[in-house]
């Protein structure tokens, strides 16, 4: 991983909101920054270099797959523990260094993409040109910097503090620091970012970069991160402080006027809706790939549809057929949704057009119809001809003719979205007492799915009797019902499992879910292993702690013993 010795520049096409976008690095020979920044072409071109970079932090499909994998929302969808997703569904691999059983390339991918912006703000601090310029491009590094470092620290903790170029990143000395400082590293990243990026979509700033609404966003959620982490247990022990700030942030999104929720949700997803869905109304943050040879979304091929390199030629989603033209991109899918959360929608929700689980394709000559039947409990193929232990999710398949030509998805993907912005508001408000804004946000994304509103009395009587759920009051039951909301809304999008952690649902949910359906005998679900607590950290790679020599692993995890019924026994 050794560094670069000139300046590695990125060249997107003609236009990124077009269905082809180069993201291809070239070479430079090493310039003088004050000769080599001469227009804005040049320092967009080392720009695009640190956002193919987190394009990568992404794009690495394990950490998506493992991210739903520790959930319930997530199922093993092949045979034979693919990519060890078995064993990470059953907390298998704690408080050991195992690499196949950690979110390994999390931190090697974001350190690399921390050492990029580096480099970037580096050469912007010391090159001549307009001081707005050098701001805005300055305050892209740092955003993108800043969702580095907070990628790292909801996963590992602490983390080094680099400021500086890394020539080597094979032989480092940087100590950890606190989580707190971490964090305040992060928290200034991202205010540069808000006070010098434009809203956007401006003219003359391409609508896909780093904008002010982006970096707000992500201050919204990770205060309310940190306001969570810093309470003992559920929504009454968060800080109330950091809640406030957390508001204040989403309330600046909102009010923008630059964001709104896409009327149909199916239309949110290049697969429903081709072209049109990038970059659309309700998109934030979003990474731009294409079916171009090393610019492929590869997320899909482990938390997606089907269990082989099956084409489908036609999927029936929300009672109507989508034909795909006969293909698309490959579908080589570790872990899918849980049978458990793909039950737990209403007939009538409008987010189960992504949910798929009927199609017809054809296979060695032959026409298919294929059904996921719940009663096969997994079994690949089962009594209907289903190819997957679960059903699919089709947020990031590519069914274009350029997909099924290359073999790639060329679908962008939204790393954050204004439903999360209203799901974020309506919880902190239900944490702060004011309940009809709660409701009233909640409903917001809930209704856009096409059902009845949420009332507190509603929801008292959907999860009263859930053991999954502690329910009280209508505070609890409106808090229960926003976090359900968030596991229908953003299922494979490697959200529900921070929210979890956070409110102190995870040991007892995937505990839960696990124990259930391997007393069932589902297969490829596994006797959970460890329950995890909402302290739980991953381990350092251990390639990472031997490139630097200041670094300190992780102590052992403890689990939480309020759920040790849930665990594997003799």
């Excluded at 976008?21 to 320092?43: I, R």
């Excluded at 987190?54 to 499909?61: A, F, Q, T, W």
């Excluded at 921390?114 to 090159?127: L, T």
């Excluded at 119809?369 to 289903?386: A, M, V």
């Amino acid at each position: 991983m050794k560094f670069y010795q000139y300046i590695i520049t990125g060249v997107f096409g003609a236009a990124m909101l077009s269905s082809c976008t180069d993201l291809t690095e070239h070479p430079y020979t090493f310039v003088d920054p004050s000769s080599y920044y001469e227009n804005e072409d040049q320092l967009n071109s080392a720009l695009n270099t640190v956002y193919n970079s987190m394009r990568s932090v992404y794009n690495d499909g394990g950490t998506f797959m493992r991210l739903e994998g520790c959930t319930d929302y997530g199922q093993p969808n092949r045979e034979g523990n693919k990519n060890n997703i078995n064993d990470i569904n059953a907390w298998k691999y704690q408080n050991q260094e195992n690499n196949a059983g950690t979110f390994t390339a999390v931190w090697t991918k974001a350190m690399a993409c921390i050492n990029r912006a580096n480099n970037v703000i580096a050469q912007f601090e010391s090159a001549t040109m307009d001081e707005t310029v050098r701001k805005r491009a300055i305050g892209q590094a740092r955003f993108l910097r800043g969702l580095s470092y907070y990628w790292i620290a909801r996963i590992y903790g602490g983390a080094p503090i680099i400021k500086t170029v890394t020539k080597d990143l094979d032989n480092l000395s940087f100590p950890r620091a606190t989580i707190d400082e971490t964090y305040a590293f992060i928290i200034e990243d991202f205010e540069y970012a808000e006070e010098n990026l434009p809203v956007r979509g401006i003219s003359g700033y391409d609508v896909w970069r780093a904008s002010k609404g982006a970096a707000q966003a992500y201050l919204a959620n990770l205060y309310l991160y940190r306001a969570s982490m810093a309470g003992t247990g559920g929504y009454k022990t968060f800080d109330k402080t950091l809640l406030e700030k957390a508001k204040s942030y989403c309330e600046k999104v909102i009010s923008s006027g630059a964001y709104s929720l896409e009327p149909d949700f199916g239309n949110l997803w290049c697969s429903l809706n081709g072209d049109k869905a990038r970059n659309n109304q309700e998109s934030i943050f979003e990474l731009q790939f294409s079916t171009l040879n090393g610019q492929q979304n590869g997320m899909h091929q482990n938390f997606g549809m089907f269990a082989d390199s099956t084409y489908p030629e036609e999927f029936v989603s929300f009672g109507k057929t989508i034909s795909t033209g006969g293909g698309g991109s490959y579908y080589y899918l570790r872990t899918g949704p849980s049978a458990e959360a793909w039950q737990s929608y209403d007939a009538a929700d409008e987010r189960l057009k992504v949910l798929i689980s009927e199609g017809t394709y054809s296979k060695g000559g032959n026409t298919v119809h294929c059904k996921y039947n719940i009663d096969d409990k997994g079994s690949l193929n089962g009594s209907e001809g289903w190819g997957s232990c679960c059903p699919g999710n089709i947020k990031v398949h590519d069914f274009s003719t350029a997909a099924r030509q290359a073999l790639r998805s060329g679908n962008n993907f939204m790393a954050m979205r204004y439903a999360q912005v209203l799901l974020d508001y309506a919880e902190i408000q239900n944490c702060l007492g004011n309940q009809p804004a709660a409701l009233e946000n909640l409903n917001k994304v809930h209704q856009r799915a096409g059902l009845t509103a949420v009332t507190a009395a509603s929801a008292m009587e959907k999860f009263k009797d859930d053991e999954r759920a502690d329910i009280s009051s209508d505070a609890d039951a409106v808090d229960e019902a926003i976090f359900v909301e968030r596991g229908w809304e953003f299922i494979g999008e490697g959200v529900i499992y921070f929210d979890e952690l956070r409110t102190d649902r995870l040991g007892k949910r995937v505990g839960y879910f696990v124990h259930k359906y391997n007393t069932m005998k589902f297969n490829q679900v596994l006797p959970l292993e460890f329950v995890p607590s909402k302290t739980h950290l991953w381990w350092i790679p251990k390639s990472d702690l031997s490139a630097n020599s200041d670094l300190v692993q992780n102590p052992q995890n403890q689990e939480d013993s309020r759920y040790l019924k849930y665990k594997a026994t003799e």
